[in-house]
Nanobody, 125 residues
Framework: QVQLVESGGGLVQPGGSLRPSCTASGRPISMYTMAWFRQAPGKEREFVAALSWFGGDTTYTDSVKDRFTISRDDDKNTVYLQMNSLKPEDTAVYYC??????????????????WGQGTQVTVSS
């Protein structure tokens, strides 16, 4: 099993940046497809970004393309989500997830068996 702990959320003004991180324990993240999801109040959890287990492929939901970047540091066993040009509609609890590994990248939450507790990101002036 792998355990995931997110950190690095917070309050930021529109146009600002944040970099939440997800530190894993128990197993190397290189064994898994890693992803970030988010859930805003009153809405369903939605896919944000994913990184293939071999680190070569990434996928993003359209609303965050060219603004968010998912990456990982195998030495620190940590996955990051660099978020730039933040908008109020990015406000949500952000969850880190691990699954697979899969040949391709899946955006379905059901494919990820391990989840962190979430970190709140609030974009407001």
């Amino acid at each position: 099993q792998v355990q995931l702990v997110e950190s690095g959320g917070g309050l930021v003004q529109p146009g600002g940046s944040l970099r939440p991180s997800c530190t894993a324990s128990g197993r190397p993240i290189s064994m898994y497809t890693m992803a970030w999801f988010r859930q805003a109040p009153g809405k369903e959890r939605e896919f944000v970004a994913a990184l293939s287990w071999f680190g070569g492929d990434t996928t993003y939901t359209d609303s965050v393309k060219d603004r968010f970047t998912i990456s990982r540091d195998d030495d620190k066993n940590t996955v990051y989500l660099q978020m730039n040009s933040l908008k109020p509609e990015d406000t949500a609890v952000y969850y880190c997830a691990a699954g697979g590994p899969y040949r391709g990248i899946t955006t379905s939450a059901a494919a990820y068996g391990y989840w962190g507790q979430g970190t709140q990101v609030t974009v407001s002036s």
